[in-house]
């Protein structure tokens, strides 16, 4: 990745800016490759400019934009997360296709849908193949690689919301938690999220009504 004295170092596009994008970029950084994050985030695109110090290329997208990123890059990892919904697809086949063969997409959004149009889910035990001369890995649960790492980082973040749960009930622990609020998908036998409604073309109750 990060190449030897006389030829160039790996270049990676990270699409999204979140945790997800910020570690990917820790990463790419730390293997001493060139790396940029697009974000429509400003703010998001200020922290990362401080965390990183000027090491990284940081940019506000737009489809033009994407495609040339994405055309110039040797590594693509997708890590847009649109909360409760599906990934949107940024990145098109003829995108893909542009890139140099050999070249690598790593699809994190892939258990929300993915955001490349040419992914689809793959598994641990056969987690790549190749669409238009591109490697694509697109395994869903990437953290089930190391599942006890996995679990014990999950549960050591959940307990604590379980806890409260278990004390103050659903409906308390979401009235006096915008947290747990903002994380509820189902009440009562209704379905309260919004955007899972709308991704697959459901009827949601809001969740207001329920929790008077």
């Not at 990745?1 to 950084?29: D, N, Q, S, W, Y």
């Not at 003829?94 to 997409?105: D, F, I, L, Q, T």
């Not at 919301?161 to 009562?188: C, H, M, N, Q």
């Amino acid at each position: 990745m990060g190449g030897v004295p006389g030829t160039p170092a790996a270049r990676v596009t990270i699409i999204g800016g979140g945790v997800v994008g910020t570690e990917a970029a820790k990463i790419g950084l730390g293997m001493r490759a060139i790396v940029s994050v697009l974000d429509t985030n400003p703010r998001r695109l200020a922290y990362l400019s401080d965390i990183f110090e000027g090491r990284a290329d940081l940019v506000i997208p737009n489809r033009a934009r994407t495609a040339a990123y994405v055309k110039g890059a040797d590594v693509v990892v997708g890590a847009v997360l649109v909360h409760g919904a599906k990934a949107p697809k940024l990145v098109s086949r003829e995108m893909v296709a542009s890139m140099k063969p050999g070249s690598v997409v790593v699809d994190v959004a892939i258990d929300q849908g993915g955001c490349f149009e040419t992914s689809r889910p793959t598994t641990h035990s056969d987690p790549t193949y190749v669409e238009e001369g591109v490697v694509h890995y697109c395994v869903a649960n990437i953290p089930g690689a190391v599942a006890r790492t996995s679990t014990l980082a999950l549960t050591s973040v959940t307990l604590p919301y379980l806890v409260r749960i278990a004390d103050e009930g659903v409906k308390g622990a979401a009235a006096s938690d915008p947290a747990l609020f903002k994380g509820l998908s189902t009440l009562r036998g209704s379905l309260v999220s919004e955007p899972v409604a709308e991704a697959h073309g459901l009827p949601h109750e809001p969740v207001e009504r329920l929790l008077d």
